[in-house]
């Protein structure tokens, strides 16, 4: 059990360094090929390349508050890292290692736009329904969030997260184990 705990570990991690480069990717190539040029429609009317610095959150709430954002990403990850620590190495919690990842990467991606210009990089903008510019990974955390609601409301049961506890309680149990189906 340590070993494939060890092994997922290893994997989240690796899954990070590539969703963040390709975050990161994206964002070069839009700094690149869009800053100070005109939209590149993609779909006419529904899907254009727009160049923005964001200096806020989403929708660009909260301009300019870099020192609270890298804090709040720093928390999330703080919180990220310990969960996938204490999480089991059953086969059930796989969606749950994908949504932190997700999560993660997209912290992570946006946070090393903040600390090294101080702006994010936002270059995706649906005009259909005129909604903010956004990047790769924004996407990231609001997948993330949507298979996460889902998940918890139709997936997993509130047992399934006993594992978040603080205190750890001692308890007599019956001598079996678990393989990483979850199967006693």
């Not at 990161?24 to 690149?32: C, D, G, R, Y």
């Not at 020192?67 to 190495?89: D, H, K, Q, S, Y």
């Not at 993330?144 to 007599?172: G, H, N, P």
Request: glycine letters at 4%; charged letters at 20%; a positive charge.
């Amino acid at each position: 059990m340590k070993k494939r705990k060890i092994v997922l570990l290893i994997a989240d991690l690796a899954a990070m360094i590539l969703l963040t480069w390709l975050d990161q990717f994206t964002k070069n190539m839009a700094v690149f090929y869009l800053k100070g040029q005109p939209s590149v429609p993609i779909l006419k009317d529904i899907l254009v390349l727009q160049y923005l610095e964001n200096k806020g959150a989403a929708f660009g709430m909260l301009q300019n508050q870099k020192i609270f954002f890298v804090f709040i990403e720093v928390l999330i990850l703080l919180v990220i890292g310990f969960v996938l620590i204490r999480m089991p190495a059953l086969k059930k919690y796989n969606l749950m290692h994908v949504i932190l990842v997700l999560v993660a990467s997209g912290a992570i991606g946006n946070m090393i736009d903040r600390v090294v210009q101080d702006y994010v990089v936002d270059f995706i903008y649906f005009v259909l329904i005129d909604f903010p510019i956004f990047n790769v990974a924004d996407i990231y955390v609001t997948c993330a969030t949507v298979i996460f609601v889902i998940v918890v409301l139709f997936y997993y049961k509130e047992e399934d997260f006993a594992f978040l506890s603080v205190k750890q309680k001692i308890q007599r149990t019956p001598n079996y184990t678990e393989d990483e189906d979850g199967k006693r």
